[in-house]
């Protein structure tokens, strides 16, 4: 029983430190590429370098970075004025489709009798394109109006957000692997009971920040575009 408390301690101060360590270098790299043009400090690289041969394997792979792209979440709001809303909603849906993306929602409220032709239109639509359409569609959906009364245009930059959830998503993996190694060499119930226990939080963890990532990712592949038009 001794023997693997210590076991579940050591692994897991090992990878908080690992994560320490790694947010620390990745600090003063980039401190040190702005002040010498880019080259590290003899001292840092050695002491990287002591770190890196201290840890496991496994440990190792889980804290390697991934060159990754920057991760932009491009969101747009117009509002349209033009003589006729419901076909602009239609041709903003055709739009939509034909760049590969969908209609998120359509909702069309008329105001006032038809019939005296006092009616008025408006139309609400909201539509999801792939990122890399969004300007082309922007613009298209801009030449359905007589006027454009009101635009707003958002860009959020997740990069840094998506590539700590793959370092802290690779760190528990890591770390969900030496539990189930715990688990096979475990000599009591009460054991393998304890280390179950461990191993279902860094589960639940490890889809926490997944369910994170899979949002980030949807988010920056498809833009979202709200259209008003009256």
């Known amino acids: 029983m001794r023997i693997v408390k210590a076991f579940l301690l050591s692994a897991v101060f090992l990878l908080v430190g690992c994560s ?23 001292a840092t690289s050695d002491t990287a370098a002591s770190q890196q041969t201290s840890l496991p394997a496994n440990i190792n792979a889980a804290q390697a970075p991934t060159t990754t792209t920057r991760k932009i979440i491009q969101n747009a709001a117009l509002t349209l004025e033009t003589d006729k809303p419901a076909e602009g909603g239609q041709r903003i849906a055709a739009i939509a489709e034909q760049s590969g993306g969908y209609v998120a929602s359509n909702e069309t409220r008329q105001r006032g009798d038809e019939d005296a032709g006092g009616a008025s239109v408006t139309v609400n639509i909201e539509v999801r394109v792939p990122s890399a359409q969004f300007n082309n569609v922007l613009e298209k959906i801009r030449g359905l109006g007589s006027r454009v009364s009101n635009e707003k245009t958002t860009g959020q930059d997740v990069t840094e957000e998506f590539i700590d959830l793959e370092a802290r998503i690779r760190t528990k993996q890591a770390l969900e692997a030496q539990f189930i190694e715990i688990m096979r060499t475990a000599k009591t119930v009460r054991d393998a009971l304890e280390v179950q226990t461990q191993l279902a939080e860094v589960r639940t963890e490890i889809e926490r920040l997944q369910g994170r990532l899979r949002y980030l990712e949807n988010q920056t592949s498809l833009s979202t575009i709200k259209v008003t038009l009256y």
């Open 20 to 42: 320490q360590s790694s947010n620390t270098s990745n600090s003063n790299s980039t401190r040190n590429s702005e002040l010498s043009g880019g080259a590290p400090s003899a």
